[in-house]
């Protein structure tokens, strides 16, 4: 009996180590096949990203499960991965390529793929800063931990607006929304057996209302293409002439 449930314990602590990140894995070969980014929202990327680095210096402060570190490791590099592929991919009339991003800074939004680094090893290197200064007092790895999982509960908020802007979820995988809803529904459950402290049952249930949302999008919109302006080479150089006049 002892022996299964330490079995059990084991399998869970992978699934949640190696889940998350594979969630990711079809919408990259999806946009790597259409060679198109369409419809799904780097800035998901960003805010993995941003949250598990966070969320590594949080476990330097406060030991957590080794499982939940794995995952941020995994999940970073997935990222990273799917970042490049949908920088490679994106369309030719989108705000970074056409340098009109509207956000302060072009804020992930810049037109390479080194950017993006140099944006996150600066990100690393005041986060190091902080933690050499204050990582042994309890205010502030309180405060990292909540940025790290509240950050993190914000993850589908963006493709919820991508889907809206759109009017449609096309470029957007089932499987990843499905992934999205298992993986979450998984981790509400796991911070509940395990009884992780509040932060942690808050920000996962946030986030499962915003992927039953999606869902609901899903069912309303469904996911036809949408509306294509210029697609090609000649009519880029015709948006760029009428840009600059």
Not at 48 to 64: G, Q
Request: proline share 5%; net charge negative.
């Amino acid at each position: 009996m002892f022996e299964s449930e330490g079995w059990f314990s084991v399998l869970s602590s992978i699934g949640m180590a190696v889940g998350p990140p594979l969630v990711y894995a079809d919408q990259a070969y999806s946009i790597v096949r259409k060679k198109d980014s369409t419809g799904f929202s780097s800035d998901v990327c960003a805010i993995l990203l941003i949250a598990n680095i966070t969320r590594c210096f949080f476990w330097l402060s406060d030991r957590f499960e080794l499982a939940l570190l794995l995952q941020s490791i995994f999940m970073i590099l997935a990222q990273l991965g799917l970042l490049y592929i949908c920088i490679l991919y994106r369309p030719k009339l989108s705000p970074q390529n056409l340098g009109t991003s509207h956000r302060p800074y072009s804020l992930w939004q810049w037109s390479s793929y080194s950017t993006y680094l140099e944006f996150l090893a600066g990100l690393i290197l005041v986060e190091a800063i902080l933690f050499l200064i204050f990582g042994r007092s309890e205010t502030y790895i309180f405060i990292i931990g909540f940025l790290a999982l509240g950050l993190e509960s914000t993850l589908p908020i963006p493709q919820l607006i991508s889907n809206h802007k759109l009017r449609s979820l096309y470029g957007f995988r089932l499987s990843t929304l499905l992934g999205w809803l298992g993986g979450d529904s998984y981790k509400t459950a796991y911070f509940f057996l395990k009884d992780s402290p509040l932060q942690f049952k808050v920000c996962a249930i946030f986030q499962l209302s915003v992927d039953v949302a999606i869902l609901l999008q899903r069912i309303i919109l469904g996911n036809k293409p949408p509306p294509t302006v210029l697609p090609d080479e000649e009519d880029l150089e015709q948006a760029l002439a009428l840009s600059g006049e």
